[in-house]
C-alpha cells in the first residue's frame, strides 16, 4: 500500500507538470506606450545653494540630463513655477518666485516632474527658536488660554508633552511656561477622564467644560467642573441618605453632551454646546432597600445655559418656566437652533452663534444669529449666510467679523467660504476673497493689524499652494511676505497673539496637525512675525 500511494504521487506530480507546459499565456506588456524616462537625475538630498532664501534669490540645483530639455524645462518651489535663469550640463539655476514658498523643488517637462531637494523660503513668519516645544503632544489641543505671568493653560485630548507624561500621564490638561516648556506646579493629579475644550475665569477658580465624567479620580462630573487655580478640583462633603460623608464637586451642574465653551460674565457662566439637557444630583435619597442612592435632575436646555457659581442653573435667562419640559414638568429653556452650533462671546455679554442651522428660537435665521447678554436676539444684526458656517473670529480693534465655511454667498452676495462683517452683519465688501482650491477652510483668526490666519482642508489659494496654512490681508489677498510658511498636515483649532522670548510678536498654534512648515511637528508651534 505504501508503494502504491507513493506511485500515484509521481504521476500526479507529472500530470501537473506536464500541464503547465502544454500551454504558456503571454502578456502585453504593461508599460508599452508610456512615456521615455526623461534621463534628468538630481539628488534630492542636496543642499541648494543658497540653501534658503527670499522671493527674488537665485538658487542653483545640481543635475543632469538637463540640456536636452532646454527648451521645455520648467522649475517650480513648492508647487509654484519659478523663472528658469540658467541651464547647463550639470544645473540650473532659478529665481524663487514671489509666491513662493518652502518645500521640495521640481523640474516638469511636458507635464512629468522630477523631484529635486528642499527648499526654504524666508519671509515675515518663521518658526520661533526661542518656543522650547520639542516633540508636544499625542493628542490634538483644542485650546490655548493666556493665563497669569504669560503663561497657558492647554487643554485637549492629550496624556502626553514632550515625554514629561511618560511615567505619569498628563490628561488632557496642563500648564506650560511662556517659552514652552513644562511647568509641573499644576496639582491637577489623574487629570481629566475625557477631552476639555474650554476654561473661563472667575476669580482664582476655574470652569473647564469639554466631554467628560470624572475629574482627579472624582466621578459625578457632567462635561463641566470648578478646579481652583493650580488645577486642584473643588470639593465639599455631603451628608448621605445614611448619615455618610461623600466628598463631590461643589459645583453640582452639568449637562448631557459636550460643552464646547464656556465663558464668564457678571460672576456667572455661560456654556454653549449642542447638549439637550441640563443634570445637577442629589445625594441624600434612599433606594427602595433604604439604601444610599443619587437621583440625578434634568431639565430640557438646549445648547445655552447659564450656570450660576455652585453649577445651579439660572433660570432666568433663555428660560420658560412655563414650558412643559422634560418628565411633563414645568419650565424648559427657549429652543435655540435647529442645528449644531459654534459661539463667541462679546465683552459685553453678546453673544455669537453660527453653525448649521437655518431657524433659531423658531425664527429664520442664515447659519448665524447674535444674542443680546440678557440672551434675546439682536435684532440690529442683519447677517445672513446660505450655508453652513465652519467658523468666525471677531477682532475688537478692528470691530469687525471674519467668517469661513461652505458658504457662497451672505446677505445675498456672493462670497465664496470666506467673508469680513461689519459689526451691525453687514458685508464689508472691501474684502474680496479668493477660490480655495482643493476644499474649504474651518478655521480663522483675525488679528489686530487686519491681517486673518486661515486655516482648513484646501490646497491652493488664488491658485498658489498654500496646503492647510495661510494668511490674507484686509482686501483679501494673500499678505505679501507671510505666505512661505511650508505645508500643514492636520488641522488649525486655535491661535494666540503673543510674544516671543526675544520680544518678538507672535503666534501660538494649537490643534491636531503632525506637520508644520514641512517639519515634524505635534499639535502646538509657533511663529514670529516680522
Known sequence: ??????????????????????????????????????????????????????????????????????????????????????????????????????????????????????????????????????????????????????????????????????????????????????????????????????????????????????????????????????GVIDTTAVTTYTLKQKNISTFNGGFDGFVDNVYAFNNKIIAAGNFRYYVSRRYNMPTRKLQDSVVIDSVDVRQLARLNTDGSLDRTWRFDPEAIGYGGYKGKSLPGATGSIQTLMHTDGKLLVWGTFSKFDDQAAGYIVRLNADGTRDQSFTANADYYINYVSFNATTNKYVAVGIFKSFNGKPTLSMVTLNYDGTVDESFKPKVFGGGFPTYVKQLDDGLSVVGGFFNTYDGVSRPGFLIVDKTGGLAEGYNTIGNLLGRILDVVETKSADNKRALLIVGSFSTFDNQPINNIVRVTME
Open 1 to 230: 500500500m505504501k508503494f502504491k500511494y507513493i506511485s500515484l504521487l509521481v504521476v500526479a506530480m507529472g500530470m501537473l507538470i506536464g500541464g503547465c507546459k502544454e500551454k504558456t499565456e503571454v502578456f502585453e506588456d504593461p508599460y508599452k506606450g508610456g512615456r521615455d524616462p526623461l534621463g534628468i537625475v538630481v539628488n534630492k538630498e542636496q543642499i541648494p545653494v543658497p540653501a534658503a532664501g527670499q522671493a527674488g534669490t537665485i538658487v542653483k540645483i545640481a543635475a543632469t540630463g538637463l540640456e536636452k530639455h532646454k527648451d521645455s524645462l520648467k522649475f517650480m518651489f513648492n508647487g509654484e513655477f519659478a523663472e528658469v535663469v540658467n541651464v547647463t550640463a550639470t544645473g540650473i539655476e532659478a529665481r524663487v518666485p514671489n509666491r513662493a514658498s518652502s518645500g521640495v523643488t521640481a523640474f516638469v517637462v511636458n507635464q512629468q516632474i522630477v523631484f529635486g531637494p528642499d527648499f526654504t523660503v524666508f519671509g515675515l513668519v518663521n518658526r520661533d527658536p526661542t518656543f522650547k516645544v520639542v516633540l508636544g503632544t499625542n493628542g490634538l489641543i483644542n485650546r490655548a488660554v493666556p493665563i497669569a505671568e504669560g503663561k497657558f493653560m492647554l487643554l485637549g485630548d492629550f496624556t502626553d508633552f514632550d515625554n514629561k507624561g511618560a511615567v505619569k500621564p498628563i490628561r488632557r490638561i496642563l500648564r506650560m511656561f511662556p517659552d514652552g516648556t513644562y511647568d509641573r506646579g499644576l496639582l491637577s493629579a489623574t487629570g481629566s477622564n475625557g477631552q476639555l475644550s474650554s476654561m473661563a475665569t472667575i476669580g482664582s477658580q476655574f470652569y473647564i467644560s469639554g466631554g467628560f465624567s470624572g475629574y482627579a479620580q472624582r466621578d459625578g462630573i457632567n462635561n463641566i467642573t470648578k478646579i481652583s487655580n493650580l
